[in-house]
């Protein structure tokens, strides 16, 4: 079957091989090759700006904002709009037009930025030519994929700290030379992995960008307890990343009777101390990106994207989306507003005023808020613990979670871990364990949240603060391991960064990206360690040896009844003749056995004894 488009930018790309029909996200043919367009002129952009650069001409930051907004509206489950995503490929046509006539020499200019036409048809032409298949050579290509969604990743990090007004120019310039060279035929592949590499240097600084935006203007995160529950007002759920639209949001909606709640990757804005302030602002609602079909049905009101994930919507609720920034979807509502202007929500709020309040779909509360700074407010009890050996481990599981079933793998992973490890986590991957009852060490829970996806920068932060104080030399001799879930684009920055920081031995999952060639993937696991993940049982042996396996199966008295009874064969028998005669109740089997043997004065050591033989 003939392709109509090729896309292979995400892990859920059809067959780990590529979409040529339409997207596993849902985007349509068209779209994905309108977004290659996008991608061919905002690098002839580009080629024009760095043109300038090197002609001591001053460049606007709207031409970086233009620059980064382009690739933004590119990444994963961004922007499914064609009408929207072709009058970017023309407004950025036509501003570079105008920008060349500065060039005193366009004979540097290549044919590529050069490039203009007025027709549509034309457009639609070209982009059917001008995407990822258009590098023959399966390497080249390779790293070039690699380094373009690097880059994607690092624009998105630098629109939300352009949002609060920060701006890195050196950053800008970097990463409009880079998408110039990967149109560059006389790079050779070494020259492409030191490009990859130095992308990773950038990825650094504008985490660090983005890091210190956030926590200028909303202060620094701290350990939170977020409620997950509901009440009965009418409320606004938001979604994705972009902490000042949920800033003006909250201003907005003060005083109006309407709450408002997060969803996914934005349950760390109740980490900062800045938003607590508002009364309105209630908690965390549902799961990962991924849930949101049944997730946005149940809310009952409006729901704000600030930035990527949106999954295509049911006409259910398709009414209830707004989109605002780089998200677009055909019939939905858009808010406009560029980086530091107000946006005005009035429109979502009176919509908000109309609707049922949520409905709930789950109780409780959770923790987090352990970025950088508050982790090394606890530094001397963090040190203490491992140098006792209290902790063993740490266990970075940063980045994101999705909708492949084999995901869950992450879910048994955090199960099984030895109880004296610590998982340390960033992004929605997080909504894999973080409502596990996984316990504590000595007061420090055993899941430490840092945030969003950009906040595995206060990873990479801690990890270099407890090789200062161990006094290692090298940032792979600390207690760490690296099992990351990856998704988009966002996540292929935080891996070039962590590669950048020397870190090796990173395993990638559920599966290794497939734009990786297998002659780049060659370079990844020979330099750097790069592995993928193959099954909790062999993966805790590699990394914690035979006895964790032996451990991993044993009974403890924290397991939940329901899973001792699926998971070993012989438990109910024991049970049962231990007096336990409600095994059957769905009650009982979502309570622990300790609270099981509690209940019914039993001995919880001695049946762990007999259920563990």
Avoid at 362 to 369: C, F, L, M, P
Wanted: charged share 25%; net charge negative; hydrophobic share 40%.
């Amino acid at each position: 079957m003939e392709n109509k488009m090729f896309c292979y930018q995400c892990q859920e790309t059809a067959g780990c091989k590529g979409c040529t029909q339409v997207g596993v996200c849902g985007k349509t043919a068209h779209t994905a090759n309108l977004q290659d367009l996008l991608i061919y002129v905002t690098k002839g952009l580009a080629e024009v700006l760095t043109a300038l650069r090197k002609e001591g001409k001053e460049v606007a930051k709207e031409w970086n904002h233009q620059v980064t907004e382009n690739l933004f509206i590119t990444i994963t489950n961004a922007n499914f709009d064609d009408e929207k995503i072709m009058a970017r490929i023309q407004s950025t046509l036509v501003g570079k037009e105008e920008l060349m006539k500065q060039i005193s020499n366009q004979k540097v200019l290549s044919a590529h930025a050069r490039f203009y036409t007025e027709n549509v048809e034309d457009l639609e032409a070209r982009a059917k030519e001008v995407g990822v298949l258009a590098t023959a050579n399966e390497d080249v290509r390779s790293l070039r994929e690699l380094i373009t969604y690097g880059l994607k990743g690092m624009a998105a990090y630098l629109k939300h700290a352009n949002a609060l007004g920060s701006e890195n120019e050196e950053a800008d310039t970097f990463l409009q030379s880079a998408l110039v060279k990967t149109l560059d035929d006389n790079l050779s592949a070494d020259d492409l992995v030191a490009l990859t590499l130095e992308t990773g240097k950038y990825g650094v600084d504008v985490m660090a960008l983005l890091d210190g935006a956030n926590t200028g203007k909303y202060g620094n995160p701290e350990i939170t307890k977020v409620n997950i529950g509901v009440r009965n007002n009418p409320a606004i759920l938001v979604s994705g990343h972009d902490l000042r639209d949920l800033e003006m949001l909250l201003e907005q909606t003060e005083g109006t009777g309407v709450d408002v709640y997060t969803h996914s990757e934005m349950l760390p804005a109740h980490y900062y101390p800045a938003f607590k302030k508002y009364s309105h602002f209630v908690g965390n609602y549902g799961n990962a990106w991924w849930k949101q079909k049944e997730e946005f049905e149940s809310f009952n009101g409006p729901i704000l994207l600030t930035t990527n994930c949106l999954v295509p919507p049911k006409d259910s609720y398709k009414d209830r989306v707004y989109t605002t920034g780089a998200v677009g979807f055909p019939g939905c509502k858009h808010i406009d507003g560029n980086a530091g202007e107000q946006k005005d929500f009035s429109e979502i709020i009176e919509h908000a005023k109309k609707c049922a309040a949520p409905t709930e779909i789950e109780t409780g509360e959770i923790v987090g808020g352990f970025a950088h700074n508050q982790v090394l407010a606890l530094a001397d009890q963090v040190v203490e613990a491992v140098k006792t050996g209290a902790i063993k481990k740490f266990v970075v599981m940063a980045g994101c979670d999705g909708r492949a079933k084999s995901r869950n793998y992450y879910t048994d992973f955090a199960k099984a871990l030895p109880k004296d490890t610590v998982i340390l986590t960033a992004g929605c991957a997080k909504y894999k364990y973080n409502k596990l009852d996984l316990g504590d060490i000595g007061g420090i829970p055993r899941v430490l949240d840092a945030g969003q996806c950009n906040d595995s920068y206060s990873l990479a932060v801690i990890a270099l603060k407890l090789k200062e104080v161990f006094g290692l030399d090298d940032i792979n001799d600390l207690p760490i391991i690296y099992n990351i879930a990856w998704y988009e684009q966002k996540a292929v920055i935080v891996l070039l960064a962590l590669l950048h920081l020397g870190v090796k031995n990173i395993h990638l999952g559920p599966t290794l990206p497939a734009f990786l060639s297998p002659n780049v993937a060659k370079v990844l696991v020979e330099n750097f360690g790069i592995a993928g993940i193959t099954t909790v049982e062999d993966d805790m042996r590699l990394f914690f040896g035979e006895d964790a396996v032996k451990n991993e199966n044993k009974i403890t008295a924290d397991m939940i009844m329901g899973d001792i009874l699926r998971a070993h064969e012989g438990a109910a028998q024991i049970l049962m003749e231990a007096g336990m005669h409600c095994l059957g109740c769905p009650s009982s089997q979502m309570e622990s056995l300790g609270d099981a043997c509690a209940v019914h004065g039993l001995d919880v050591e001695e049946l762990l004894t007999k259920l563990n033989k």
